[in-house]
DNA sequence: GCCAATTGCTTGAAGCCTAAAGAAATGCAA
DNA sequence: TTGCATTTCTTTAGGCTTCAAGCAATTGGC
């Protein structure tokens, strides 16, 4: 039997195992590479990996940032942003006030021993990845950045088509 | 300045950017598409996704697996397996009996119903990720799998370095 | 100005997750 | 056989995470 693309609508089982298992991959790769990260946080500076997570963001500003855009850009929840803000506000890492101009909002911001602190895990870590990498060609980099865009594209699209039919 | 490859050792600053910036689109690929995955198991089958990939395991072995065997695949902590094992002998889905040649072992299976019920869920479940990979074509997914197979490697043989340091 | 909708954040309940310590069973070597 | 190391699993403490509900402040339409 012999069916063109217009047949598709009959809906007929398609095989979808290639991208199932690229999936899989995916998800080990990174779990994989997650775990090796959180492991050499908490050995070499007793760190977990949300609150470096967390300070990485910090550091890219030197105005601080609200909990909601540290929540987007984390991509977790508004909850979890506040449990994990309060820990790292108590331990002397952040500061955190209520904007001036809107009093639901929280500016959170690296205070300098804890920007320091960051400066410095943040340079091992990057030494890590690298290794962790290692036996990827310039190529490979490029080439793998590239279809993860795409990838990143494509989930996204998807995500966006569920999020209008519900 | 001119510097060949033997000077690498007085250990120059490096550029490490690339790979970091790679592992960062890595793991954004990976969240966005877990979330998406969760969301839709979520409201569709009312599972948890950790649910789901345990079930997944047992799906793929008739006669069971030990705990341990589980907590390896699924590369998450054996205290970990014992709670979601609980839930799930609980709500029906497993079945768990101790070893007949080894009283430490516990071997879990999908009970009829429990499979059934993954089936269905995975059925699913394959085609919102080969939605969520749809913009790649079937070259764009064989060089990923590549590309990832190779990144996978990397990273074990990173991590088996700093295992046999510690 | 007033009210409804929205936005920003917090709280609570439930579950997930790890690391570390401990209990029970096994295996192995002296 | 005895004793010690190892393996398998559980427990505990602490932290992470989500979802949903709720509170407070702001915004926009009238």
New binding site residues.
């Given amino acids: 039997m012999i069916l063109d693309s217009e047949t598709k609508a009959v809906e007929l089982p398609e095989d979808h195992g290639d991208e199932l298992r690229l999936w899989l991959r995916l998800l080990t790769c990174t779990t994989l590479i997650e ?1 090796e990260v ?2 050499r946080l ?2 070499r500076f007793d760190v ?4 470096f ?1 967390l300070m990485a963001q910090l550091d890219k500003v030197p105005d601080g940032m ?6 987007k850009r ?14 790292l506000v108590e331990s002397g890492h952040l500061d ?1 006030r209520t ?1 001036d ?7 959170i911001r690296l205070t300098k021993a804890g920007r320091a602190e960051f400066r410095r895990m943040a340079a091992e870590h990057q030494i890590w990845i690298a290794d962790i990498f290692s036996d990827l060609s310039p190529k490979d980099v490029r080439d793998l950045m590239r279809l993860l865009a795409k990838t990143k594209g494509s989930a996204q699209k998807s995500a966006q088509k569920r999020a209008l039919q519900a």
């Avoid at 609200?66 to 929540?71: A, F, I, M, W």
């Avoid at 984390?74 to 820990?87: H, I, K, P, Q």
């Fill in positions: 775990g959180r492991g908490r050995e977990t990996l949300p609150r997570d609200t909990l909601s855009d540290v929540s984390m991509m977790v929840s508004n909850g979890n942003v506040t449990g994990l803000v309060e820990r955190r904007s101009t809107d009093r639901r909002v929280q500016v």
